[in-house]
Structure formats: structure tokens, C-alpha cells
């Protein structure tokens, strides 16, 4: 599997426009990226030569931007590991990221990691992307995640989040019954005092907005969530805020290894414009088992 490159046939409308002006507004690669690639002997091309980015592009030739890099920059080493992977194509790869590992390498884990995972996978392939994540889910949240398999699609999938081109939907148990039924949570989110890893409700916070419904009111909800905003533990602050703490959550509510080991918490549907084609995707993740069990008997979407 060789490089990936974009690709623009010169409409008679852009005949003699400088390369760089048309990498940048028809090609939509953003400065950095124009700038990276403009040093490889197969950086910017036009029909099949290298050019520079103030080359003039006349009607009918090809001019090709080399997407993917010629080596790994992200440092991730690549780790034989589980990997549920829902979809993949030269740009991206959406995951079904089970509970207790983490999306990325941090301080603890460098080997154990989705990022890992996925660059053995690749090699495994004989692709030679490299690992670029467009949002995480924390160590104990499940379900859809996305990563890029190059800057450019990074880019443009980072800048679509909490965007409708970039839909994101959880499925939470809680703890009571929520009430109203449906409703938005708007509580700006902060660090908590005297803690390096909780965050808390507080004036001074980060604006933070969640969306939620009740799908299957009891003494544990099934609740359908949507945010506005993408703040650390955010679903879960904003749960405990209103007084219904996720089941198992032993930072914002109480700990219940005897019903979960982790917060019951899972990434269910995404939706998105694809970065290169502009193809809108759509990915659903049933709830996994251990959160299933917390419902019994009760229909699941």
C-alpha cells in the first residue's frame, strides 16, 4: 500500500492559477499542511512532476497532493493488541473502543493503547499511515471513536466536532430518574479543588452544554446524551450536577464493582462527513454487555 495523495483535474476556470492557490481553496488543504508537504520530492505534483507552489496549473492537467507523511512523527509504537474496527479506508478508521484502555499513549501506558493497537494493525497491512486522533473517549467509556490516518483529515474532522457534520450521540445508565424527561444542561465546567483529575461545576468554567433524554426511565435510566461542548468527564459531571451520578462512576458518584467496574458510559452512534470525499457516514455501536446487564429486560436501541 503506497502514499496517499488528492487529487484536482484543472477546470478550464482555474487555467493559470498559481498551484498553491488552488492546494489551499479548491483542494482545501489548510497552510500547515501545504507547508509540510511542499519539501517531499512527491509533495505537490503536477502531472506526475514535482512543482513548486507558485507553478502556474493550466486545463486538464492533474496536480496531486501527497497526504499521508514518508515517516510515523507521532512516536506511537506499534503494539499487537485487541482492535474492533467497525470501518476503514485510506484516511480514516472509525474503532469500537472497549472499556479499560485508553484512546492514547500518556504518562503509564505507551504500549497499551488504541493508538497502539491501530499502528499494528496498519503494519500488519503494509499501510504506512500513521496514528492521528480526532477526539478521544476516556479509559472506561466504550464505543465509536475516530482516527485520522493523516494530518489533513485530522484537520478537517477536528474543526467539524461539535458541529452537525460531526454527530456524536451516548447512551448513559444513571443512577434515579432524570426530570424532566429531555433537556439541556448548561453548567460551565472547571478543575475541581484540590484535585488533578476531577472537575466540578463552577462559575468560572469553561461554557458546557449536554443534551439529554430519558429512553427508559427506573431506578437505573437509560438515558440518550449529546453535547454541545467536549470537556473532560463532561457527561459525567453533568449527571452527578443534576443529581443522577452514572452507575459505577467512583469519581462523581459512588463506585459499584459489584454492578460495573467503570462508569456506565458508551459512545453508541457517530455521524460524519467523510474529510476527502465529503461522503456522509453513519456507525452504531450496540451497548455493550456489561451495561446491558444493568437493564435486564428492558429493549435496547
Known amino acids: 500500500m503506497g502514499p496517499r495523495y488528492l487529487t484536482q483535474t484543472i477546470p478550464p476556470d482555474l487555467d493559470n492559477r498559481e498551484a498553491g492557490w488552488v492546494l489551499r481553496n479548491v483542494m482545501h488543504l489548510s497552510g500547515t499542511v501545504v507547508r509540510r508537504i511542499k519539501w517531499l520530492e512527491d509533495g505537490i505534483l503536477l502531472d506526475g512532476q514535482r512543482i513548486i507552489v507558485r507553478d502556474r496549473v493550466h486545463t486538464g492537467q492533474v496536480l496531486s497532493a501527497r497526504l499521508t507523511v514518508p515517516e510515523r512523527s507521532s512516536g506511537v509504537v506499534p503494539t499487537e493488541g485487541p482492535l474492533d474496527i467497525i470501518y476503514e479506508d485510506a484516511d480514516i478508521v472509525v474503532i469500537n473502543k472497549a472499556a479499560g484502555v485508553l484512546s492514547h499513549p500518556g504518562h503509564g501506558h505507551y504500549t497499551d493503547t488504541v493508538g497502539n493497537y491501530l499502528l499494528y494493525h496498519l503494519d500488519q497491512i503494509g499501510d504506512p499511515s500513521d496514528f492521528h486522533p480526532v477526539h478521544r473517549l476516556d479509559k472506561g467509556t466504550t464505543g465509536l471513536m475516530v482516527a485520522a490516518k493523516h494530518p489533513h483529515a485530522q484537520e478537517v474532522l477536528r474543526k467539524a466536532l461539535h458541529t452537525p457534520e460531526f454527530r456524536r450521540v451516548y447512551l448513559a445508565v444513571c443512577e434515579g430518574i432524570p426530570e424532566p424527561a429531555s433537556g439541556t444542561i448548561d453548567a460551565p465546567i472547571g478543575m475541581a479543588e484540590g484535585s488533578i483529575l476531577a472537575r466540578c461545576v463552577r462559575p468560572d468554567g469553561q ?95
Open 207 to 301: 461554557p458546557s452544554r449536554t443534551h439529554y433524554q430519558v429512553l427508559q426511565p427506573g431506578p437505573r435510566s437509560l438515558v440518550q446524551l449529546e453535547l454541545d461542548s467536549g470537556r473532560t468527564h463532561q457527561i459525567r459531571v453533568h449527571m452527578a450536577h443534576i443529581g443522577h451520578p452514572l452507575v459505577g462512576d467512583y469519581l462523581y458518584g459512588t463506585a459499584a464493582p459489584d454492578l460495573l467496574d467503570r462508569p456506565a458510559l458508551h459512545s453508541w452512534h457517530l455521524e460524519l462527513n467523510h474529510p476527502v470525499s465529503g461522503e456522509h457516514l453513519s456507525f452504531t455501536a450496540p451497548l455493550p454487555e456489561d451495561m446491558a446487564a444493568l437493564l435486564p429486560g428492558i429493549p435496547l436501541p
